[in-house]
């Protein structure tokens, strides 16, 4: 359908309710959450039976793809917009039962009431679930509500109300003043003041500018940016154009979004194309005089490209490698012009600040650090999914107030905060309020705010070798301290999880890790040694366990496990023999045992084993003195 132009800020108005009054329904309407997660969990199967059972039973019904609703693992979620019926793990073949029963009845569906972890109980609205009740969803507020697909509904939702407000009521230097009052700082990791950013561009002399939002969000565990750029395109949209008029001279922008991301590219395009449509790109936006627009770029994978001088080389289509600063970005970023980089969630910030003011953002959050954070919450927690909290909760009620507490009640042992950048946090700081300044602190950091829990059965080298392996693959190779020292490390950290590591090792990881914070070319490098250098700090007693008596305490460490049969258990039924590849299961005198010389701990025989009567034990053997195995470092 053909859209007008507008041409001023009341022309949006006059649009807004337009579209409210066409909008009354005298059906039925239901949301279906289409983020990539419930994707991949069938929920496009969700929409087409629900459209097609209610067309049969003769119900006028409106189902609506949303965004991410934040409950990832127990997706596909349907929530019937009447009374708010909140329903988890739908499947296709749930959709008569959906129509008939919920939607024609009024009656519940149990069997798809979500199960809350914390008081047991099935929860029939969103309101009942504690997943959300800590939760403060500003960014995140039209997620799961609206369709992304849509302008129509982003407008309704209040959407581009800031800009018209900014265009039509502030000049350029006020909408700055406004962004600085409100001392936001950089979702993106560093947490830089991004109305300091946005002054130090416009400062500078130029009759180009840009302005980039960096998508490109690469680090293991994370989806906040993925989720927003799918859920709510147009709030990204509205942010850039804000501070494309604020800094003044800046007619063009880029949205650097992974190529991985196509559910995002495809809602950003559309997105872009119903905002020119509508004149809010373009030539002389609402009638402000402001020509600005903006282009998707699909990056190719490469997680150094979310370093923001090669994210520029990127775009410009060179190789995404680093450079040294100075000169900033602001000074001379893309094409040698003053450049703005935002995150995703950063700009997605812009549009409420603006309506609502920097004293109801810095009401929210911390001192040093207001407003809102999301998070990817994963790992060892019931409720995994994408969270938005108010800056200064703790950890504590993260885990259990919004996590529902460690799976199986285990133990909690640390929350991995920044992705492979980050560092781990352990449980005597379970109260540490979160914000930019306290995890730096503790050895961590906000990063895009990938949040993986941790418990008893967790090992920590482990895990930092993951961490690390993931960021030295990732190295660009540019600056030999990222390249070569990386690579080192993650040798020592093999070399100790397989049980072949030496005394010394220990201090030649700190050693070389604080070499390269101090001389790694970007951020990338820099914070590379963060989880290996975090987990020293707080779990050196494991790393002395592994080296010094072959032993892992979290008996994770496949390599330094003992593998046997429990003889009154087994059944002689030879499977386990016949899936050793290594002759090292053997029968002797009516029984089987494990030779330890041939074992090459794989873990196939336990695979097998119909009475799970083969086991690994972690025997700790005594400390060894002296120059331990071998003496000194490798």
Not at 110 to 121: E, W
Not at 150 to 161: D, L, N, P, T
Request: a negative charge.
């Amino acid at each position: 359908m053909a859209r007008n132009r507008l041409k001023n800020p009341n022309d949006l108005g006059l649009l807004r309710e337009d579209i409210l009054n066409k909008k009354a329904l005298d059906g039925h309407s239901v949301k279906v959450c289409c983020g990539t997660g419930c994707r991949a969990s069938g929920a496009e199967k969700v929409v087409s039976s629900l459209m097609s059972e209610a067309a049969r039973a003769g119900l006028d019904l409106e189902v609506r793809p949303t965004g991410c609703q934040g409950l990832c693992e127990k997706g596909p979620i349907v929530i019937a917009e009447a009374d708010q019926t909140f329903y988890n793990k739908v499947d296709a073949f749930d959709a008569p039962k959906i129509v008939d029963l919920t939607l024609k009845r009024g009656e519940k569906i149990d069997r798809l009431l979500v199960q809350d972890p914390i008081t047991g109980q099935r929860a029939n609205t969103e309101e009942e679930i504690s997943f959300y009740a800590k939760q403060e969803r500003v960014v995140l507020k039209n997620c799961g509500h609206i369709n992304p697909e849509s302008i129509e509904e982003y407008i309704v939702a209040g959407g581009y109300q800031a800009l018209a407000k900014a265009l039509s009521q502030m000049t350029p230097d006020e909408v700055l003043s406004e962004v600085k009052a409100a001392r936001l700082r950089g979702r993106g990791g560093a947490g830089f003041d991004a109305g300091v950013k946005w002054e130090g561009a416009k400062r500078v002399k130029s009759q180009i500018k840009y302005i980039i939002c960096n998508g490109d969000e690469g680090d293991p565990g994370a989806f906040m940016d993925r989720s927003l750029l799918e859920g709510d395109p147009h709030a990204v949209i509205e942010g850039m154009i804000i501070g494309a008029y604020a800094v003044g001279d800046c007619h063009n922008g880029y949205i650097y979004a992974r190529g991985e991301y196509p559910l995002a590219v495809k809602n950003l395009n559309i997105a872009i194309g119903q905002a020119r449509e509508l004149g809010l790109l373009g030539k002389d936006i609402l009638g402000s005089g402001l020509d600005f627009d903006i282009e998707v770029k699909k990056g190719a994978g490469a997680f150094i490209c979310g370093e923001s001088t090669a994210l520029m080389f990127s775009i410009e289509g060179k190789r995404g490698m680093p450079r040294p600063t100075p000169p900033r970005s602001v000074e001379k970023g893309l094409y040698g012009k003053p450049t703005v980089l935002n995150n995703v969630e950063t700009l997605a910030n812009i549009g409420p600040i603006i309506l609502k003011g920097a004293d109801w953002f810095k009401s929210i959050g911390t001192e040093g650090s207001p407003g809102t954070k999301i998070f990817a919450l994963t790992g060892r927690v019931k409720n995994t999914g994408l969270i938005e909290v108010p800056m200064g909760i703790t950890i504590r009620e993260i885990i259990y107030d919004i996590g529902g507490g460690i799976i199986d009640d285990k133990e909690f042992k640390a929350a991995q905060m920044g992705g492979p950048s980050g560092g781990c946090i352990p449980k005597e700081h379970l109260d540490l309020h979160i914000d930019f300044d306290s995890l730096g602190r503790v050895g961590a950091m906000m990063g895009s705010g990938g949040l993986v829990i941790m418990d008893e059965s967790d090992c920590m080298i482990e895990i930092a070798r993951y961490f690390l392996s993931f960021t030295q693959v990732e190295s660009c190779g540019k600056c030999p301290p990222c390249r070569i020292g990386t690579f080192e490390m993650l040798e020592i950290l093999t070399s100790i999880v397989e049980g072949k590591g030496r005394e010394g090792d220990i201090e030649r990881l700190e050693e070389i890790g604080v070499r390269i914070q101090q001389t790694a070319l970007c951020g990338l490098g820099k914070s590379a040694p963060n989880p290996v250098l975090s987990t020293i700090r707080y779990f050196r007693d494991e790393y002395e366990a592994h080296i010094s008596k072959d032993f892992c305490p979290a008996g994770a460490c496949a390599s330094l496990g003992h593998y046997r049969v429990i003889e009154e258990e087994c059944l002689m039924c030879n499977l386990c023999v016949e899936a050793c590849a290594f002759d090292a299961i053997i029968e002797k005198r009516g029984s089987l045992y494990i030779d330890e010389v041939y074992c090459e701990k794989c873990g196939a025989c336990i695979g097998v084993c119909p009475t799970s009567c083969i086991v690994r034990e972690f025997v700790e053997r005594p400390a060894l003195s002296g120059s331990g195995k071998g003496g000194g470092a490798k």
